[in-house]
Nanobody
């Protein structure tokens, strides 16, 4: 069982930045692909970014490519999401997720979230115009 705890959400004006963190416990962190999804008001949960256990494979949703950066520190059991140039469209609850058998390239495919066993409770990000 892997437990995930997100932090770092908040309110920011358009153009601003936030860094989300997710600390994992209860599992062998170094063997999991980690990533982020988000869910806005009245929308389905959508893929944001994913990183392989060594950090050598990283994928982003097209809508965040070039603005968001995912990284991980295996020594701290933590994955990060640096979000820059935020817009109101980025307003959502952001969820950290972990999966051992789903590679980063598959996280953005249809039905991927149903294949990911571990989820955090989420952290709210609100971007005002």
């Amino acid at each position: 069982q892997v437990n995930l705890a997100e932090s770092g959400g908040g309110s920011v004006q358009a153009g601003g930045s936030l860094r989300l963190s997710c600390v994992a416990s209860g599992g062998n962190f170094n063997t999991y692909t980690l990533g982020w999804f988000r869910q806005g008001p009245g929308t389905d949960r959508e893929f944001v970014a994913a990183i392989s256990w060594r950090g050598g494979s990283i994928y982003y949703a097209e809508v965040v490519q070039g603005r968001f950066t995912i990284s991980r520190d295996n020594a701290k059991n933590t994955v990060y999401l640096q979000m820059n140039s935020l817009t109101p469209a980025d307003t959502a609850r952001y969820f950290c997720a972990a999966a051992r058998s789903l590679p980063p390239a598959d996280w953005g495919t249809s039905g991927a979230s149903a294949k990911i066993p571990y989820w955090g409770q989420g952290t709210q990000v609100t971007v005002s115009s």
